[in-house]
């Protein structure tokens, strides 16, 4: 196990590096304030307002409130720090579903995304706010595809597919996140630590934490969870196989007697164990 504890304090010294060097070096700050009392009303304004190839870091403040609208940061603004009052107060909240009548599928359906590397976020909720309590389909909250990003204090809320960790170095720490069907799902090398994961209630029984797309055993992706709580009112599986390789390792976390004793299920990895 030596070599785990190795992995886990070098790489999360890694991932956490950006994060110190934004706190000590923010070159300029936006506001955001739903009332009025900043520079920007809406979030993707502030984002937008962010020069292309930005390479020094930019703090954006939300100031409380829900922020009814999708939000995209493009792989051209890099060095961004999206930092909310509080998760409590402040979110960024939108609705579409994969098969909507507005025609999106799962990564269109997201109600954040960011394609940039050196991104972090701190004290903010991301929530798709489709109900599928009767209705399962993927409805992503917060869609993760740049490298180096970090997410400190943030909470992630959906049912299907909340979380879409799909490529990347990531680091999780403190943060809340919700759902029932894959919910934190992708193909990235993260760490989640301290992190809260519940299930919600739904039709769908038993659900499934995570679905890992490691495809390889030379891939470097994986999902590691340290110290971490894993609870809520619906029995769960710890995850399932999406691809042939999936790799999860959950390390000094409390799991309530919500998981199936069997702990996974092959899915896509059948013929592959």
């Known amino acids: 196990m030596w070599w785990l504890v190795l992995f886990l304090s070098v790489f999360s010294i890694a991932l956490r590096a950006p994060v110190a060097i934004a706190a000590a070096s923010i070159a300029r700050t936006i506001v955001v304030d739903l009332k009025g009392g900043g520079d920007f009303k809406s979030i993707q304004q502030a984002i937008d307002s962010v020069p292309d190839n930005n390479n020094k870091w930019t703090k954006i403040h939300v100031a409380a409130g829900v922020y009814r609208e ?7 603004k890099s060095y961004i720090l999206l930092e909310g009052d509080a998760a409590q107060t402040t979110s ?60 400190y204090d943030c909470s992630f809320i959906g049912f299907q597919d909340t979380l879409a960790d799909m490529l990347g170095r990531h680091y999780f720490k403190g943060c809340y996140i919700e759902g029932v069907v894959d919910f934190i799902f992708g193909y990235g090398q993260s760490i989640y630590e301290r992190c809260k994961i519940s299930t919600v209630k739904s039709l769908q029984k038993p659900g499934y934490v995570t679905a890992q797309g490691r495809n390889s055993a030379s891939d470097n992706g994986g999902f590691v969870f340290k110290s971490c709580t894993i609870s809520g009112p ?17 390390y000094q976390t409390f799991m309530s007697d919500i998981i199936v004793p069997a702990g996974w299920r092959i899915w896509n990895a059948q013929g592959y164990e």
């Open 92 to 151: 960024i909240e939108w609705g579409d579903y994969n098969g909507d009548s507005s025609g999106h599928d799962t990564e269109t359906s997201a109600t954040f995304t960011s394609y940039a590397s050196n991104f972090v976020a701190k004290r903010i909720t991301f929530k798709n706010t489709y109900n599928g309590f009767a209705n399962l389909t993927p409805a992503v909250a917060a869609w993760i595809l740049g490298d180096k990003s970090a997410f």
């Open 70 to 76: 999708k939000v995209n940061v493009k792989s051209t």
């Open 234 to 250: 619906q029995a769960t599986y710890l995850g399932r196989a999406w691809r042939h390789s999936s790799r999860v390792i959950f």
